[in-house]
């Protein structure tokens, strides 16, 4: 448990009676704030790959991305004879953006795979037609779904920086319409975005939670080659502009927003990593396990109350 919460191994765990491995798949799609369709370069974080650098090559058999998809957490797998399944999850960029029948075909080969358990769809709350919530509907009918939206923040200053290219009231939409289907959403945040305060982060967190999610991800801010905030990086950080939290201040931030969480929201992700060939700033993430152990040390040695309803 994380402060009193689920995390994601111990909510696979709760539903499916064993540890679940996530598949990242490519669903060959791009991104509205690629194209021009939203806006143009995509968010200022995002690599080349559309926050998919560790899903498998796209291919035309899902039955083949996922056998390639296996072979990449293969290491991870139990040696002891404990019990294991997979969930397949479309991570690179934004898995509602095609047409209907295209999501229907690609959806229904993926979640009828014997191997599979779940399906976890990544996606912009821009993304989301009637006709995509209503197949997200039969989809759930077969096998459990889940939908991640990526928030990043709820401050107006950050969402114009970042180039989200949506407002937040299309976020509360979203959640409204899925939570409506009975499918859970889990939402991803950043933290320690330029000029960003932990008031600020925590404003984001609060705002989340007073939504009927299932599941939050706190990601670390990675500055990564390639991208616009790399670039940003370079200048703000030469005009003394803008800094990343060290460990312990990001260490610190985590546990103080792990305690506006209500318990029933399940605990994705506290860290990320990202690639280490891409990877600019900061290099301190790079051993993950590491800094979960001193995340978890500093919540057991936490003495904060935990305010269940925030």
């Not at 803008?242 to 260490?251: H, I, N, P, T, V």
């Amino acid at each position: 448990m994380i402060s009193g919460h689920q995390n994601a191994d111990e909510y696979f765990k709760s539903v499916f009676g064993k540890k679940i491995f996530r598949l990242s798949l490519d669903g060959g799609m791009t991104c509205p704030n690629r194209d021009g369709h939203a806006g143009h370069d995509g968010c200022v974080f995002c690599s080349a790959n559309g926050s998919g650098d560790f899903a498998a090559k796209h291919c035309s058999s899902m039955a083949e991305q996922i056998k390639q998809a296996k072979k990449q957490v293969a290491r991870k797998l139990p040696k002891n004879g404990a019990p294991f399944g997979y969930v397949a999850y479309f991570q690179s960029f934004t898995n509602t953006y095609a047409d209907t029948a295209y999501l229907s075909s690609l959806f229904h080969e993926t979640i009828r795979h014997p191997e599979i358990e779940a399906l976890f769809i990544g996606t912009r709350p821009d993304c989301l037609p009637t006709e995509v919530l209503n197949l997200l509907s039969q989809l759930a009918a077969i096998k459990p779904v889940y939908v991640e939206l990526g928030l990043q923040t709820a401050k107006a200053e950050s969402v114009a920086y970042i180039n989200r290219c949506y407002d937040n009231p299309v976020f509360e939409a979203a959640v409204t319409a899925l939570h409506e289907r009975g499918i859970p959403v889990i939402v991803h945040c950043i933290l320690g975005l330029p000029h960003e305060t932990v008031s600020d982060m925590a404003h984001t967190v609060d705002y989340v939670c007073s939504f009927p999610v299932h599941g939050i991800k706190l990601q670390l801010l990675h500055v990564l080659k390639g991208t616009r905030l790399a670039d940003d990086y370079e200048r703000l950080v030469s005009e003394k502009a803008f800094a990343l939290m060290d460990r312990e201040a990001y260490l610190d931030t985590v546990v103080s927003l792990l305690h506006r969480i209500p318990k029933d929201i399940v605990i994705y992700r506290l860290t990320g990593d990202g690639p280490r060939s891409l990877l600019i700033a900061p290099l301190w993430s790079t051993d993950k396990k590491k800094l979960q152990n001193e995340l978890y040390k500093k919540l057991k040695e936490s003495e904060l109350p935990c305010n269940p309803n925030p």
